[in-house]
């Protein structure tokens, strides 16, 4: 994903004399658990979460995927972007997740192709009003939620499809929502939100990009 590290600290190895375990700093310890940077959006391994068969994070039941045709033309878009969502959920809070990811045809270097993440963010649906206060979801009622995605700057060359993908979780990179409306970080159980994004007339949801002109 689009972040500069995201760190655990590793335990000490067995048999370390407690004397010295004391005198190795934090730092010392740090261990990479998401690698930095634009990745291909494929499960592989190494990364948290991934198992064999390693398929394309476009092919889970739990993403929704929305894409363009291949371009005739290259698009530069370069700003901040927003993805308005028209979302409608089971439970009183749940969280949707929004990634802008650049898809690049089969190529002698990637004959798969390279499903480029350039940026992501989310929202957790009590605080789709502001976060200054919390506002639960009624069962099944439609909201209009907004996500903001960090600034970017990107070509999607010719051929190229620009992407968007929308999810209701991206653990590691964000905590895992419960789904129960409790109080943040003191729930008690959770539970499974049916999720739903209306597209449509009267529900448009839709990606506003910063496309500049050539």
């Keep these: 994903g689009s972040i500069v590290s995201f760190y655990e600290i590793a335990p000490l190895l067995a048999g370390i004399d407690p004397s010295v375990a004391e ?12 690698p930095a940077g634009g990745y291909d959006q494929v499960e592989q391994q190494g990364f948290v979460g991934a198992a064999p068969p390693y398929l394309s994070l476009a ?14 033309e290259a698009m530069e878009v370069t700003g901040p972007i927003r993805v308005r969502l028209w979302v409608s959920s089971s439970a ?18 990637y004959p798969a192709g390279y499903h480029l993440g350039l940026v992501d963010s989310i929202i957790r649906t009590r605080y789709r009003d502001g976060f200054d206060r919390e506002v639960m979801m009624e069962a099944n009622e439609v909201y209009a939620v907004e996500i903001t995605l960090p600034p970017t700057s990107n070509l999607f060359d010719r051929g190229h499809r620009i992407r968007l993908d929308i999810s209701s979780s991206n653990f590691p990179r964000f905590d895992i929502n419960p789904n129960t409306g409790e109080p943040v970080g003191r729930h008690t159980f959770t539970q499974m939100a049916r999720n739903v994004v209306h597209i449509g007339p009267g529900r448009p949801s839709q990606i506003v990009l910063p496309v500049i002109p050539r």
């Design 23 to 34: 005198l190795i700093p934090w730092g010392a310890r740090m261990r990479n658990i998401v």
């Design 92 to 109: 009183p809070d749940t969280d949707f997740t929004a990634k802008l990811v650049d898809v690049c045809p089969a190529n002698q270097d």
């Design 59 to 72: 092919s889970r039941a739990d993403v929704l995927v929305f894409a363009t045709e291949p371009l005739e």
